[in-house]
T-cell receptor, first 112, second 114 residues
Framework: DAKTTQPTSMDCAEGRAANLPCNHS???????VYWYRQIHSQGPQYIIH???NNETNEMASLIITEDRKSSTLILPHATLRDTAVYYC?????????????FGKGTSLLVTP | SQTIHQWPATLVQPVGSPLSLECTVE??????LYWYRQAAGRGLQLLFY??????ISSEVPQNLSASRPQDRQFILSSKKLLLSDSGFYLC?????????????FGPGTRLTVL
């Protein structure tokens, strides 16, 4: 799986958009970009994933650059409950049982 | 919907004692199951994964072992705990028919070895 690079921490004011960047310059053609988050003392939670097109669901939007070397997770209206560590993961999809390779992620603090 | 049960929620054990953590899942059949560990201040580390009954793959050599006696049951064990085994243990599943292998995580067990 390709390596990802994320900022260690970010702050965001409540109600504003949180834009979390991720660099994955060595991504290969069959690898997807996944985002998970982990709220303190809980298990990680799936947010969104994409291959090359931008994606949106009820939680967030994922913007992937045309060359696929970086992406941004957007939380459109951050709330205090969005304070968590956000993980960007790149991997190919298969049913071989391979697990997700979580890095250190970005610690997002949403402030009042 | 899929549900993952883990118990106990918290556990305090002395060094050298045995360990058994259980994970059971509902709402899915023939899932891929995973054990992760998160040490204090560190990222998630994959310990074991299983694609079926009796099939276990180990990612990290250590004093832990895993077993899958039933389709929806995954057990993490140790004969003698070390101080370094302290951490947050998470069970996760991915549906075998899920093309994208999105993983769902359980509530976790927080283990402290003294």
């Amino acid at each position: 799986d390709a390596k990802t690079t994320q900022p260690t921490s970010m702050d965001c004011a409540e109600g504003r958009a949180a834009n979390l960047p991720c660099n994955h310059s060595t991504i290969s053609g069959n690898e997807y970009v996944y985002w998970y988050r982990q709220i303190h003392s809980q298990g990680p939670q799936y947010i969104i994933h994409g291959l090359k097109n931008n994606e949106t669901n009820e939680m967030a939007s994922l913007i992937i650059t045309e060359d696929r070397k970086s992406s941004t997770l957007i939380l459109p209206h951050a709330t205090l409950r969005d304070t968590a560590v956000y993980y960007c993961i790149v991997r190919a999809n298969s049913n071989s049982g391979y697990a997700l390779n979580f890095g250190k992620g970005t610690s997002l603090l949403v402030t009042p | 919907s899929q549900t993952i049960h883990q118990w106990p929620a918290t556990l305090v054990q002395p060094v050298g004692s045995p360990l058994s953590l259980e994970c059971t899942v509902e709402g899915t059949s023939n899932p891929n199951l995973y054990w992760y560990r998160q040490a204090a201040g560190r990222g998630l580390q994959l310990l074991f994964y299983s694609v079926g009954i009796g099939q276990i793959s180990s990612e990290v050599p250590q004093n832990l072992s895993a077993s899958r006696p039933q389709d929806r049951q995954f057990i993490l064990s140790s004969k003698k705990l070390l101080l370094s085994d302290s951490g947050f243990y998470l069970c996760a599943l991915a549906g075998p028919q899920d093309l994208y292998n999105e993983q769902f995580f359980g509530p976790g067990t927080r283990l402290t070895v003294l």
